[in-house]
T-cell receptor, first 115, second 111 residues
Framework: DVKVTQSSRYLVKRTGEKVFLECVQD?????MFWYRQDPGLGLRLIYF???????EKGDIPEGYSVSREKKERFSLILESASTNQTSMYLC??????????????FGPGTRLTVL | ELKVEQNPLFLSMQEGKNYTIYCNYS?????LYWYRQDPGKSLESLFV?????AVKQEGRLMASLDTKARLSTLHITAAVHDLSATYFC???????????FGKGTRLHILP
């Protein structure tokens, strides 16, 4: 079974703090994604990565950065947390096999509250 | 811009009834995914539809894909309370490794 884990289920931080959200997958997937989910807005893609040390902006990258130093790990960084970054953050991974589908497998999510 | 539209967005129905959730999309694609999300939880994969005419069934849920109409349906037969959740469809555009999600259909089944 594909397993995607996230470092925290719940996190409370203060405005201005630097926040790290970690995601690890154990299926040797090339692609990894970070989304945030807010009521009424669905899932919005923040950043994604197709390979180690590679990153691409998604739809809402402002206020976030990412790091992918190892294939299995994809970190989301909030350089200076703000209250409008209070949200559920979901990490996902998918394989990159020619001709195969790109079904994404999700981690359990991190509910971040910024006070 | 690719759009993935689900309807309805909210659905309250009685146990034992049948209903269909629709997913329309605006780009060429022959790959579509359905996910389920329980409150406070993450997304769980339900169905992977990989070609025109694909049909998949699991218990009381059946999903189909019509790539010519750019439409997928998720049909619920004789609904039971345990199926209460939010259902997302997601479309994989041709040549893209990303998938684009609809806003989700929140399904509430009354006992």
């Amino acid at each position: 079974d594909v397993k995607v884990t996230q470092s925290s289920r719940y996190l409370v931080k203060r405005t201005g703090e630097k926040v790290f959200l970690e995601c690890v997958q154990d299926m040797d997937h090339e692609n990894m994604f970070w989304y945030r989910q807010d009521p009424g807005l669905g899932l919005r893609l923040i950043y994604f990565s197709y390979d180690v040390k590679m990153k691409e902006k998604g739809d809402i990258p402002e206020g976030y950065s990412v790091s992918r130093e190892k294939k299995e790990r994809f970190s989301l960084i909030l350089e200076s947390a703000s209250t409008n970054q209070t949200s559920m953050y979901l990490c996902a991974s998918s394989p990159q096999v020619a001709g195969a589908n790109n079904e994404q497998f999700f981690g359990p999510g991190t509910r971040l509250t910024v006070l | 811009e690719l759009k993935v539209e689900q309807n309805p967005l909210f659905l309250s129905m009685q146990e034992g009834k049948n209903y269909t959730i629709y997913c329309n999309y605006s780009t060429t694609s022959d790959r579509l995914y359905w996910y389920r999300q329980d409150p406070g939880k993450s997304l769980e994969s339900l169905f992977v539809l990989l070609s025109n005419g694909a049909v998949k069934q699991e218990g009381r849920l059946m999903a189909s894909l019509d790539t010519k109409a750019r439409l997928s349906t998720l049909h619920i037969t004789a609904a039971v309370h345990d199926l209460s959740a939010t259902y997302f469809c997601a479309v994989e555009p041709v040549g893209d490794d990303k998938i684009i999600f609809g806003k989700g259909t929140r399904l509430h089944i009354l006992p």
